[in-house]
């Protein structure tokens, strides 16, 4: 029986206080076990209001199905990076999407390429297009200022990594790096990308930043923060540059297309 037959037999119900019995008999005969309660309210002129337990449970559904929505959209738009903190703890990094899904269990084939002196991938392809519009500038490592503010990262250091990006490193690197934090502001952007080089002096700068954190941390991380608000105009023209660039390549090749499809029409 469905719920608008159900609601049916409940309008016949006669709304007499005299006959509540009966009417309690009619709801058990009607088969309306369903029903988790109801009310008589003659006095007032109401009616018999019910509640079911099929509504409870599609209201539960709807409460389910919208928090899902959200998490979707929150995937779309933020990436949860699992990362390694000091000691080797597990830390959730968070960034903007700039990746296509479950880009971590492709990081094998994208570094087919090698590595560069970020040690990123060289020619990333799981990097979307947006992502090449934000990653230039660095926009996508700004949700990260709130784990800075929760004593997860320090304002400088290397960048936080997982498992299975140390893998590429020396152990006695690692080993060292996870003393400390890692850094909102990574140590290699204070390195200009002239100076930057390829993957091999990546790892040795790393190592430099790392002798000079094991001999005074505060003097390391004020020298690398001093260079890299120096750096900071070139590096924000250099983002604007690219990300220029990456725009109108999009735009000439959507332009492009719409016209090989006018074109086919005609």
């Not at 979707?72 to 597990?90: E, F, H, Q, V």
């Not at 005074?216 to 540059?241: Q, S, T, W």
Request: net charge positive; glycine share 10%.
């Amino acid at each position: 029986m469905n719920l608008q037959e159900t609601l049916e037999k409940i309008t016949e119900i006669p709304n007499n206080s005299n006959n509540g019995n009966e009417n309690n008999g009619n709801l058990e005969n009607t088969g309306l076990e369903s029903l988790a309660s109801y009310r008589d309210n003659s006095n007032n002129g109401n009616g018999v209001v019910v509640t079911s337990s099929y509504e409870r449970g599609l209201e539960d559904r709807l409460k389910k199905k919208f928090c899902n929505i959200l998490y979707d959209i929150r995937d779309y738009i933020l990436y949860n990076k699992k990362s390694l903190g000091k000691g080797g703890k597990p830390v959730n990094l968070w960034k903007f999407r700039s990746m296509i899904q479950n880009a971590d269990k492709h990081l094998d084939r994208a570094a087919k390429n090698g590595y560069d002196g970020y040690g990123n991938p060289i020619k990333d392809p799981r990097i979307t297009f947006i992502g090449r519009i934000i990653r230039p500038t660095k926009i996508d490592e700004l949700p990260q200022i709130w784990n800075l503010l929760r004593g997860e990262l320090k304002l400088v250091g290397y960048a936080p990594m997982g498992e299975d990006d140390w893998k590429i490193y020396p152990g006695d690197t690692k080993e060292r790096a996870l003393k400390y934090k890692p850094g909102l502001i990574r140590f290699q952007y204070a390195i200009l990308k002239k100076d930057r080089g390829n993957f091999d002096d990546h790892v040795k700068n790393l190592n430099e930043y790392l002798e000079k954190c094991d001999r005074n941390l505060k003097k390391a991380d004020g020298e690398y923060l001093l260079r890299f608000l120096r750096n900071v105009p070139i590096f924000i023209a250099f983002g604007m540059y690219k990300m220029a660039g990456k725009c109108a390549s999009g735009i000439s090749r959507h332009v492009s297309r719409y016209g090989e499809m006018k074109s086919d029409k005609v």
